[in-house]
């Protein structure tokens, strides 16, 4: 099956589960038989299985591609290049992100006059998040294979840019692991590519499943802060990136957007960075043509550390809370949220729900009532889906940035259709 009639299916499956979820949700949710065996059992068994298949291939893929990359890349210096550059990239657009958020907050002013009996206001306890200095430490891991039992990001990214710099170092015999792991590489991708198949159907049954059990009341006592936060997303994902891409790289945007398409509906219905991170790989060196010794490096790093979309969340919520407890935030104040949540979003890992924990520490950072969170979780399903698509197609404009910058971008496969 070529790439375009999989994006198709995928597309067509979304909208399907999408429309049959709100269907099941409006009218047959009363009736066990849908609600627990249709939704609760059929839906929710394969979705999650198709989730797990995802997430199962992001430890052995990030480790082996990364290897090859850094091997291949065989320079100390390009490798501090490129992470410097996608570092940069990276704190930048979360910034710029967050800056779009409190200006449209500012000016909109989601929450003002809001009625605080109006909600139904969930239970939410913070947790505790970790200290700078210990996100730093944590960067190095003392043991790679409990990094990897444990899907940790960042250490599992520090130790294979190390065994790829120790491989180009061992001469004879690091050619010949080199080798091996190019060979592990090539069936990976395979591996991504039998998965891609079954993905119409995985996604037909979350995007069901979590629109068959998204209750439409939650909504409206939210509608201004939801919608602030979903034009902010889209004036980001189809503003800024495209305005970043044409300027730093001066590739044709249509063509990205287009081929990222089936990544940001990936991103969208499993709301996790990192079990995306798989299909990002394979899309952005299969059909964006950026090199692997590139997109093996920054996708992986981008789904730990580069999360625009949930800085805009957090941005708005920032406000919106404020907002509905009539406190005044000075600009000092919005400088902090500014600098907090772009830090914050490095130490934080790309999985369902976890920009709520980010936004507890935004919150204690400038003092405004932590318990103000409970007032939005009943929309933040949706928006984590709808910012988590954004999180992802940053990583990819990075890659595709970066990769021309350096040379290893190659323009026939991005501009083939
Ligand atoms: N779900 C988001 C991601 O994986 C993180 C968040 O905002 O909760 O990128």
Redesign the pocket.
């Known amino acids: 099956m070529n790439a375009k009639s999989l994006t198709t299916q995928i597309l067509f499956a979304m909208l399907i589960g999408g429309i049959l979820g709100g269907i099941l949700n409006i009218f047959l949710m009363d009736i066990s038989f849908v609600s627990d065996f249709i939704v609760g059992d059929v839906f929710h068994v394969i979705g999650q299985i198709f989730v797990k298949t995802l997430k199962m291939l992001v430890v052995p893929l990030v480790f082996i591609s990364l290897v090859c990359g850094t091997a291949a890349l065989g320079d100390i210096k390009k490798l501090g290049r490129l992470g410097g550059k996608a570092v940069l990239f990276y704190l930048g657009t979360t910034a710029l992100a967050i800056t779009l958020a409190i200006t449209a907050a500012v000016v909109i002013a989601p929450g003002q006059g809001f009625d605080l009996s109006s909600t139904t206001v969930q239970e939410f306890t913070p947790k505790e998040s970790p200290s700078v200095a210990q996100t730093i430490i944590n960067l190095v891991p003392d043991n790679p294979v409990a990094a990897m039992a444990e899907g940790q990001m960042l250490p599992l990214i520090v130790f294979s840019l190390l065994f790829g710099i120790a491989i180009v170092m061992a001469g004879e015999s690091g050619k010949r692991v080199e080798q091996h792991f190019n060979s592990y590489n090539a069936v990976m991708m395979q591996l991504v590519v039998i998965i891609m198949k079954f993905a119409p159907i995985g996604i037909f049954c979350l995007i069901a499943k979590t629109f068959a059990l998204q209750g439409f009341e939650a909504f409206m006592p939210l509608l201004s802060y939801f919608l602030v936060v979903a034009a902010v997303l889209v004036v980001h994902a189809f503003v800024s990136y495209p305005i970043l891409i044409k300027m730093l790289s001066g590739l044709n945007v249509g063509v990205f957007f287009k081929k990222m398409r089936p990544v940001q509906i990936f991103a969208f219905s499993t709301?996790?960075?990192?079990a995306t991170i798989p299909i990002n790989i394979e899309n952005t060196e299969k059909r964006l043509g950026v090199d692997n010794s590139v997109a093996s490096f920054i996708i992986p790093l981008g789904a730990t550390i580069n999360?625009d979309?949930?800085a805009i969340?957090q941005g708005v919520a920032t406000v919106f809370i404020a907002n509905v407890y009539g406190i005044d935030l000075s600009l000092g104040q919005y400088l902090a949220v500014i600098l907090t949540a772009t830090l914050a979003s490095i130490g934080t890992a790309?999985?369902?729900?976890?920009?709520?924990i980010m936004l507890a520490m935004v919150l204690n950072q400038v003092g405004l009532p932590v318990e103000g969170i409970a007032l939005i979780i009943g929309v933040d399903r949706l928006l984590?889906m709808m910012?988590?698509a954004v999180?992802v197609t940053g990583d990819a404009a990075a890659a595709t940035i970066i990769a021309k910058s350096e040379g290893a971008l190659d323009q026939g496969t991005y501009n083939k259709q």
């Open positions: 709301a996790s960075s990192n999360m979309g949930t969340m790309g999985v369902p729900g976890v920009g709520l984590d910012r988590t999180n």
